[in-house]
């Protein structure tokens, strides 16, 4: 379960799309959310837009790993997609906020990778919501506001990769990520793997004369 989480602007979601465009084996997590769609956003795609007794409804009947309000709107996490992917060996890309990552950490701390994505520097956070023009002025306020509880919690993440070059922070997520996979505990086959090869070392170098601590 990889987690991606930054203050509005930081160029997150660039970055999660070139992952998920590069990464075969990574599926995204589809949040479900009460916030209007914004014109470039496809329900289903980005998110699936729902009501809020929809919401509560999912939430009440235990339907969402986790869920938060943000910035005056519910978002969760549908727990059967994320469930399937894990169980047929995928990684799941999460684009959820502190409050989400919070809970996932609960329920399953050692499963989980998250990443904070910072900015390079305030002026330019507020120069990439103005450029996307799709929010009105009280909404990037909000979120600017909303930004600065956010950034206080960068240490409470695994890593933190500030996106001063695109590429470069692009690379630095997707180097996280391969490193990840390759982690011993998250392994469930390394273990008989290499005691299969023990055995056929020992096999054919005879038993006679091979002691575990020489081995
Ligand atoms: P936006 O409205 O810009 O798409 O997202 C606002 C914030 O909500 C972002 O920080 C995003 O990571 C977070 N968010 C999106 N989906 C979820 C979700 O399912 N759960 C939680 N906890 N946060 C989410």
Redesign the pocket.
Same mark, same amino acid.
């Given at each position: 379960m990889l987690v991606?989480?930054?203050?509005?602007g930081a160029g997150?979601?660039t970055i999660a799309r070139n992952l998920l465009g590069q990464e075969t084996s990574l599926s995204l997590?589809i949040?479900?959310?009460t916030?209007p769609r914004?014109t470039s956003?496809i329900d289903g795609v980005?998110?699936h837009f729902i009501s809020r007794e929809k919401f509560e409804l999912m939430r009440d009947r235990e339907e969402?790993l986790?869920?938060?309000e943000?910035?005056g709107?519910y978002?969760?996490?549908p727990r059967d997609p994320v469930e399937q992917a894990l169980r047929s060996g995928r990684d799941v890309l999460?684009? &959820?906020? &502190?409050?989400?990552?919070f809970?996932l950490y609960e329920r399953m701390r050692e499963d989980v990778v998250s990443i904070f994505i910072l900015p390079p520097s305030i002026a330019e956070m507020k120069s990439r919501l103005h450029r996307r023009a799709e929010?009105a002025d009280d909404v990037i306020l909000r979120?600017l506001k909303?930004a600065v509880g956010?950034m206080r919690h960068w240490s409470e993440y695994d890593y933190v990769v500030v996106n001063d070059d695109l590429s470069r922070a692009f690379l630095a997520v997707q180097s996280i990520l391969r490193a990840e996979r390759h982690r011993r505990s998250r392994s469930a086959a390394i273990g008989p793997f290499i005691d299969g090869m023990v055995d056929d070392l020992r096999r054919e170098l005879g038993e006679a004369g091979v002691s575990d601590a020489e081995g």
């Open positions: 991606l989480s930054s203050p509005s997150k979601s997590s949040s479900v959310t916030r914004r956003e980005h998110y969402l986790e869920w938060a943000v910035h709107n978002y969760g996490t999460f684009d &959820i906020d &502190i409050q989400g990552t809970q929010d979120r909303t956010e």
